[in-house]
Nanobody, 120 residues
């Protein structure tokens, strides 16, 4: 099993920055994808950024150039550096760990979420 704990959310003014952290524990996998999703009230959860076990990254168009996903040297913590924040970035941000078996079975694990509020 995998456990994920997010931290770093809070209130920030438009144009400000925040860094979210996701600490992973539990089962070790060779291949995986970790990512950040967000969900605003009344809105569907959406992928913000992802990083694979080989270091490849991808971002939602809405955050490209503003957000950066990274991981530490031990690969047990993933970060989301958010800059130039906009009110529309306001949401609960969730850390996700996804592992796909050789049989094509997908396993998703989620953190509890951390609130990010961008407001003047």
């Amino acid at each position: 099993q995998v456990q994920l704990v997010e931290s770093g959310g809070g209130l920030v003014q438009p144009g400000g920055s925040l860094r979210l952290s996701c600490a992973k524990s539990g089962t070790i996998f060779v291949t995986y994808v970790m990512g950040w999703y967000r969900q605003a009230p009344g809105k569907q959860r959406e992928l913000v950024a992802g990083i694979t076990s080989d270091g490849s990254t991808n971002y939602a168009d809405s955050v490209k150039g503003r957000f950066t996903i990274s991981r530490d040297s031990t690969k047990n913590t993933v970060y989301l550096q958010m800059s130039s924040l906009k009110p529309e970035d306001t949401a609960v941000y969730y850390c996700n760990f996804r592992h796909t078996t050789g049989w094509g079975k997908i396993y998703d694990y989620w953190g509890q979420g951390t609130q990010v509020t961008v407001s003047s």
